[in-house]
């Protein structure tokens, strides 16, 4: 592939992805995927249905352990991890890659806020000396709690939903559901936010509001985002740079003009997306 | 106008159909049933098996069993079209107070008042000996329920061993002070901490399980501790139990007539005249201050990140690890809390009775106190008070009902779940508001 001359291994890197592979017994659903991304920059991954794009994540993310592969992250402030080591919660815990899930996962039956404060739960339970501090009502656990619940107005006021904050995550409408769980992957305070389909079941107006929300991430809190997207229009409006997946291979990498107009993705993938895309107008 | 009507009709018509069928069924599947359990019966007379056959009631049963049938399917009806009418005008279905709207609302007073009421319960004109050991008896499960409540209501963990840790709790005093003669107050904060060694122990093998399969294993645990009881002899005194164990003195001055010499009576320490009534008004204020302290750690371990965490898992264990959270931590945490509290539950039950076996702790105790949280909705405090009550004390005063106990409580179970799938109380109240209630606008205000 030509597209694999692209890859740059600079040393503004925050996730490098070396020689990925995941076999499910016989299927490979990856398939020696190379990638790397950037602070500051959106990076998304598309791909037809079962090209392998949630398996990236769930590898990153520790649900999955590669059959090959390195997942290197060079936290901005804490050094370098490989993720393909570390137990699950402990990447999320230590290394601060943050994720939504493609079917949203909220703890429904508690509050919008609730969510948004169980996100802080390792600082919150370091600063209540496991409970003992928060049991004796202690002012060091107090201060900790009031920080915590500043930092989710914070994140309720960006995605619009101060006004529900004591509704029931699950009684929330379905747009709205996706944008609180950006919020709460947003108060782990990771330095990588891995996106699934974030845009998935909006309307054009949610969708558009979604982008706006995506780039002041970017650009305001200084992290690199990962985006799953099926979407092309938010994929070529708001991509730094574009990774194609198909069939669990790498076809393509590169910005999105270079994508847009790479004879492998038009022929592989955007043939099909074309149609789609005329079916939604 | 006649348009309607006729497509009223045939609506209800096609209900009365519905009902029918449904009602056939239910009566063939009965009557499946009942010809073998109520219909046919065998007598011995003298040394001979003879059968003796009962269609007149079997036929009675199994009208009662279509009668049942034909009542529920009204009542789903009623209440199927009651939910049409709230989604049509929602401001009328918002604004419906039940009984859990208005518990939750007045959750302090409500707790107070019954907090009082149990603290003058034993001076009230009518209160003699029997009912204040029945309050006693209510109050250890309200107890275990409150302590299972963190397991199975808060952590989502369904836990059908429970009994295990109130065995743990209740023989760790009882062999400690027959043998070693340690007192009460020694050993209750010893029977918390092995009985959530245990709650650990049960922890580790099953933190993969979920659901049905930890169901099944903490079962099996439950039982494992049981017989252990029952056949390690040397140690445990098997099924004869141990016996002698001390009663619990007022802090050194004990409940008796006369003491030997040096010590003080708890009669003579207040001056008073010697009662029986004095030890067993103790036990209760005992049990209450330990119920007590039961829920007041949880509600406040609720709003604490520890209590947020066990709720989180009950929802979404993904979503927890994707946040950092170490499900292990929370689970076992959760384990540990819980079976602390069913060792101090285990430790005055032993103290109260002056005798345990194993025969205490069967699964029918876990099954009671699951039941105490499950019908009184997972996770609430007061569903507990209530369901307590309704299991423990009202079959206590139909005592004449006595075998018909297992059948009037499995058909409470059916009719809540039924009802109120989510249990009496079945409203979860956050932990954390941003809008004070009394000013959010309706709609939250309604929830
Ligand atoms: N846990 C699993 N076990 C077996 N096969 C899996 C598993 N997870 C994903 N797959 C397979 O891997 C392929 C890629 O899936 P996925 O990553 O979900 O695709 P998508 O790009 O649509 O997100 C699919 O063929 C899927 O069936
Ligand atoms: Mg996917």
Not at chain 1, 155 to 173: H, K, Q
Request: glycine residues 8%; neutral net charge; contains cysteine.
């Amino acid at each position: 592939m030509s597209a694999a001359t692209m890859i740059q291994t600079a040393d503004d890197a925050l996730l490098d992805v070396e020689h990925l592979t995941m076999r499910f017994g016989g299927l490979l659903a990856i398939d020696d995927l190379s990638f790397t991304a950037r602070v500051h920059e959106i990076t998304s991954i598309i791909g037809p249905n079962g090209a392998g794009k949630t398996t990236v994540f769930n590898c990153l993310t520790g649900f999955y352990k590669p059959t090959v592969g390195r997942l290197r992250l060079c936290h901005p402030d804490k050094g370098e991890y490989y993720l393909e080591r570390m137990e699950g919660f402990r990447i999320a815990q230590v290394a601060d890659v943050g994720r939504t899930f493609q079917n949203i996962r909220l703890f429904p039956k508690m509050t919008v806020l609730e969510n948004l404060i169980i996100a802080q739960h390792n600082r919150l339970m370091k600063a209540s000396v496991f409970a003992l501090a928060g049991l004796l009502g202690l002012a060091r656990y107090r201060v900790a709690e009031k920080a915590a619940v500043e930092k989710a107005k914070f994140w309720l006021d960006r995605v619009n939903l101060t006004a529900r904050a004591d509704w029931e995550a699950g009684n929330l409408p379905y747009g709205d559901q996706r944008r609180l769980e950006i919020a709460r992957a947003m108060c782990i305070a990771p330095c990588l936010l891995c996106l699934d389909e974030p845009a998935a079941g909006l309307n054009p107006r949610e969708s558009l509001e979604l982008n706006e929300l995506l780039l002041s991430i970017r650009d305001e809190q200084g992290i690199g985002i990962l985006l799953i997207e099926h979407d092309m229009s938010v994929v070529m409006g708001i991509s730094d740079h574009i990774v194609v997946l198909d069939h669990g291979r790498k076809i393509s990498d590169g910005d999105p003009a270079f994508v847009r107009n790479d004879p492998t993705v038009i022929r592989a993938y955007l043939g099909e997306a074309e149609d789609g895309e005329g079916a939604d107008a | 106008m006649s348009e309607m009507t006729t497509s009223h009709k045939a609506a209800s018509a096609s209900a009365v159909s519905v009902i029918a069928r449904d009602t056939l069924l239910t009566a063939v599947v009965a009557l499946v049933l009942a010809v073998p359990f109520i219909g046919l019966k065998s007598d011995s007379v003298g040394t001979a098996l003879t059968l003796v056959t009962r269609w007149p009631l079997m036929l009675a049963m199994v009208g009662a069993v279509a009668a049942g049938r034909v009542l529920v399917s009204l009542w789903r009806l009623r209440s199927a079209a009651k939910a049409q009418r709230a989604t049509a005008h929602t401001a009328a279905g918002d604004a419906k107070a039940s009984l859990a709207a208005w518990g939750n609302s007045h959750m302090k007073a409500i707790g107070f008042a019954g907090f009082a009421l149990a603290v003058v319960l034993p001076f009230l004109p009518f209160s003699n000996r029997y009912v204040v050991d029945i309050g006693t008896t209510f109050l250890i499960y309200v107890m275990l329920g409150w302590g299972l409540n963190i397991v199975v209501g808060l952590a989502g963990l369904l836990d059908l061993g429970y009994v295990a840790f109130y065995a743990v709790g209740a023989y760790t005093y009882a062999l400690i002070s027959t043998q070693a003669g340690w007192s009460f107050w020694v050993c209750l904060p010893l029977a918390g901490t092995f009985a959530a060694m245990f709650g650990l122990m049960l922890g580790f093998p099953v933190l993969r399980l979920r659901g049905d399969y930890l169901a099944i294993v903490t079962l099996g645990f439950g039982e494992i501790i049981r017989v252990i009881l029952m056949n390690w002899v040397d140690f445990t005194k098997g099924p004869d139990g141990v016996s002698g164990i001390p009663r619990p003195s007022f802090f050194g001055a004990p409940f008796s007539r006369s003491a030997p010499e040096g010590v003080t009576t708890f009669s003579d320490l207040l001056g008073i005249e010697y009662s029986s009534m004095h030890r067993v008004v103790f036990l209760y204020f005992l049990i209450l201050a330990l119920a007590a302290i039961t829920n007041l750690f949880t509600l406040r371990m609720r709003k604490l990140p520890t209590g947020r965490a066990w709720e989180a898992l009950r929802e979404d264990e993904i979503a927890c690890r994707s946040l950092g959270i170490n499900p292990t931590n929370v689970k076992l945490s959760a384990f540990a809390l819980g079976a602390m509290f069913a060792g101090f539950a285990g430790a005055f039950f032993a103290t109260r009775q002056g005798f345990v076996s194993p025969e205490s702790f069967t699964f029918m105790e876990s099954a009671i106190i699951l039941a105490i949280v499950v019908l009184g909705g997972m996770g609430s405090q007061l569903g507990v008070v209530l369901a307590a009550f309704a299991l423990v004390v009202l079959p206590e005063w139909f005592r004449e009902f006595e075998q018909y106990r297992m059948f009037l409580f499995g058909a409470a179970m059916v009719a809540i779940m039924v009802v109120k799938p989510t249990g009496v109380m079945g409203h979860r109240e956050p932990t954390i508001r941003l809008h004070p209630v009394g000013k959010s606008k309706k709609p939250e205000a309604a929830r």
